[in-house]
């Protein structure tokens, strides 16, 4: 049966025409067209044996960088401390935490150079449910010019009409991979932003959900599997890390609750069978972990306290396990850390999408406050600032009720209109970024300076995709009590 | 004598040989690039830098016949490079086109439509099952997954990718 749906599925290939874009194959061809002669202009990664003396002389570097190690571990007791390196940062999904950065980390400041490129890790803070490391990475040559010269970050200043943009130098973020006791365990990135301190100098700030319990003292091994500004190499550190301290606002339940529940996607009910491992607050925000079998993610559901506040539920970027048919989503979600006391229970509501989305256009009133927009009954958006900056329009919303992230007026449906009510083209791009205490959203259109001054005389109001007919489903709530 | 072996083995590429590879497995670099990102920028740039990559490395090479399944590993790093460093921007004109392709859709792509649906956990592995026609070995070397993952993953992915064309009523 199998094989004669993938001759099916070949032919149907076989029929369909080659879709690479001609800009595509400009771009390739401009990339081998600058190909030097030799390796002349690129970083080479030599891979030849080093010379014997060179490799004794770095066997006693390393036995001595080994035996100081024995003589002296040190272990990075979590603490209260500053942290210079948010100075710089432009990222609400960050900023919104920096409290609560700053309660608990360590500074680290170990440093790695190899060829002329330095990484280093500056501090890590961490609490029961996110890792968040700051890091620096230094070059000798201005890393504007790397990234001019080896990437398309120069097309794409071309394309958007921007002068500058910082969230393309998180090309040089770290992928740090880690390994916890000796053990390879996955942490998702969740929040990446950086920023250039100098022309030779980039610090990130990035956040990762932890994805298995951590023991209080506990071994880290950081390590980079790509190249840091182009240089491979062993870019890896060992850090001894005590969070013993950090437990006390944390809240943590394992419910190993199952049930079914429907959900309605397209018009097309689907029956999950799914079981609630494990609920977690904590200071750096919540996390939910959900496992089930089958192919199709439930993440249409929202969570509401006991205080009647939702927590904003990040239901697009999910991390996942699978263990055989079994897969664990761990989906995270916003909370307020000053709230953490007084949150007893959590309401797991499953939505059903019901009916089509329509497009729909909400004008500014006098007062862009009073802006309301309605995804359905049960939820939406209220405007509570909109912000002209040089090349950036940054507009904030706060959600009311029950609204799903992944279905929501994001995912490119969201769009400036000018005061008849007709679309504005903007080049240049969107982001949205999130206030992770309040679950506030925050969009930026950016785009060049005369473009956002164009959409500043020109706004109007904003196109957005209603949802008409999504409810809360009642009877297939769970109830997630933290005092059991 | 295993060294020398092993030097006996390598190949030394031309930048002209080097070339002449690329733009053969060029429409499978950006098959791949995008089925990952699934936005046509991001996939040029990968495709790009992969290049880069792939040219500093290319005498790290022992078998020209393996030279594609070589850059599409490259491809597919760069790819999941950019979509964790990238994964909460959209371009402007991604978003509001609602992804679409460049190419005129007067063509029929069925498939490679039904393939964008899929989550990404499948995507990169069916376009190399059924586009590139690899071996399930070949596909665990390329994405850096055990065998058997590969294989789980292919049975959940071509129910779904079953599923996408009946719903297109095409099967």
């Known amino acids: ?484 | 004598m295993a060294g020398e072996l092993n030097k006996q083995e390598q190949i030394e590429l031309s930048k002209e040989e080097f070339c002449r590879l690329i733009k053969d497995c060029q429409s499978s670099m950006y098959r791949l690039a995008k089925s990952i990102l699934l936005n046509q920028h991001d996939a040029e740039d990968a495709v790009c830098s992969a290049i880069c990559k792939a040219y500093i490395g290319r005498n790290t090479i022992r078998k020209i016949s393996s030279f594609k399944s070589w850059v599409l590993k490259i491809v597919s790093n760069e790819a999941y490079t950019i979509l964790r460093n990238k994964k909460k921007v959209v371009y402007m004109e991604t978003a509001l086109e609602d992804n679409a392709d460049a190419y005129e859709s007067e063509t029929p792509y069925d498939v490679w439509e039904a393939v964008q649906k899929l989550d990404e956990k499948y995507r990169a592995l069916i376009v190399l099952y059924y586009y590139e026609d690899f071996s399930i070995k070949h596909i665990s070397e390329i994405l850096s997954m055990p065998q058997n993952t590969v294989k789980t993953r292919l049975s959940r992915g071509r129910n779904k990718l079953k599923k996408e064309l009946m719903n297109q009523e095409d099967l």
């Open chain 1, 1 to 484: 049966m199998n094989k004669s749906f993938d001759e099916k599925v070949k032919l149907m290939i076989s029929n369909e025409p080659d879709f690479t874009p001609p800009t595509c194959i400009e771009k390739i061809d401009k990339t081998l067209d600058n190909l030097p002669g030799n390796d002349a202009g690129l970083h080479i990664n030599k891979t030849h044996r080093p010379k014997t003396k060179i490799f004794l002389v770095a066997a006693i570097i390393t036995v001595l960088m080994m035996t100081t190690a024995i003589a002296a571990p040190r272990l990075f007791k979590i603490g209260k401390h500053l942290l210079n390196e948010f100075a710089g940062i432009n990222d609400p999904n960050l900023e919104s935490k920096r409290d609560e950065i700053e309660e608990r980390n360590s500074y680290i400041e170990y440093t790695k150079e190899i060829d002329g490129v330095k990484l280093t890790v500056n501090n890590i803070a961490i609490d029961d449910n996110f890792i968040v490391i700051t890091s620096t990475v230094e070059s000798k040559t201005p890393l504007r010019d790397i990234l001019l010269e080896k990437t398309y970050y120069k097309d794409f200043l071309e394309d958007t009409g921007l002068s500058h943009h910082e969230y393309y130098f998180n090309y040089f973020s770290p992928n740090f991979l880690f390994n916890v006791n000796g053990d390879e365990i996955e942490f998702s990135l969740s929040d990446n932003s950086s920023y250039l301190k100098d022309k030779y100098t980039l610090v990130s700030i990035q956040k990762y959900v932890i994805g298995k319990e951590i023991p209080d003292i506990f071994n880290l091994h950081i390590y980079c599997a790509q190249a840091v500004v182009f240089v491979n190499g062993d870019w890896s550190f060992d850090i001894s890390i005590d969070k013993s301290e950090e437990k006390s606002r944390s809240k943590t339940i394992t419910p190993n609750i199952t049930k079914y529940i429907k959900s309605v996607v397209y018009g097309r009910e689907i029956e999950h069978e799914i079981t609630i491992d494990k609920v977690s607050i904590s200071p750096l925000g919540g996390k939910i972990e959900i496992s089930e079998t089958g192919h199709d993610i439930f993440r249409d559901f929202v969570l509401k306290d006991n205080l009647g506040n939702y927590h904003f539920v990040f239901n697009e970027s999910v991390s996942y396990k699978e263990k055989g048919d079994i897969v664990k989503n761990i989906f995270e979600f916003t909370v307020d850390s000053s709230e953490i006391e007084n949150i007893n229970e959590l309401e797991f509501i499953p939505i059903l999408l019901k009916g089509d989305f329509k497009e729909k256009t909400v004008m500014l009133p006098e007062n862009i406050e009073d802006t309301d927009i309605k995804i359905s009954n049960i939820g939406g958006y209220r405007i509570e600032n909109i912000e002209f900056n040089k090349e950036e329009t940054k507009i904030t919303l706060k959600p009311y009720g029950a609204v799903l992230q992944y279905r929501s007026i994001i995912n490119g449906a969201f769009s400036p209109v000018d005061k008849e009510g007709l679309q504005i083209d903007v080049n240049g791009l969107i982001t949205q970024k999130y206030d992770k205490n309040n679950g506030n959203l925050i969009v930026s259109f950016f785009s060049a300076q005369e473009e956002t001054e164009r959409l500043q005389s020109e706004l109007g109001g904003f196109r957005f995709v209603e949802m008409p007919k999504i409810e809360i489903n009642e009877k297939e709530k769970i109830e997630l009590n933290f005092s059991h």
